[in-house]
């Protein structure tokens, strides 16, 4: 499985951001994914997750009501739309998957990650 990711940026406080995952493999429909983020000097965290038929999400309680995870199996793509960016949403922005059916809620479950996409957002 490799996974691509796409659609960060720069962006003003207040603004939105559309990322998109890329997956190649035969194995993405039937497999959970998530986005996580890395700030600068931070350790890497869960934004939001999203089981494989996309009836279960989960977000960190700093973006509830702000992003929103979706899939598309048939393109075998993950999307995290962002609104209402803060400076604070800054950061490399990872999309990763899981094997099996439950939401990933923490690193240590994610099975496969993609290469990071720079979200920056002024004040």
């Known amino acids: 499985v490799q996974l691509q990711a796409s659609g960060g940026g720069l962006v003003q406080a207040g603004g939105s951001l559309r990322l998109s995952c890329a997956a190649s493999?035969?194995?993405?429909?039937?497999?959970?994914m998530g986005w996580f983020r890395q700030a600068p000097g931070k350790d890497r965290e869960f934004v939001a997750g999203?089981?494989?038929?996309?009836?279960?999400?989960s977000y960190a309680n700093s973006v509830k009501g702000r992003f929103t995870i979706s899939r598309d199996n048939a393109k075998k793509s993950v999307y995290l739309q962002m609104n209402s960016l803060k400076p604070e949403d800054t950061a490399v922005y990872f999309c990763?998957?899981?094997?099996?059916?439950?939401?990933?809620?923490?690193?240590?479950?994610?099975?496969?990650w993609g290469k990071g996409t720079q979200v920056t957002v002024s004040s």
């Open positions: 990763a998957l899981k094997y099996g059916y439950g939401v990933p809620t923490t690193d240590n479950v994610i099975d496969y």
């Open positions: 493999g035969r194995a993405f429909s039937t497999n959970a």
């Open positions: 999203i089981s494989w038929g996309g009836g279960s999400t």
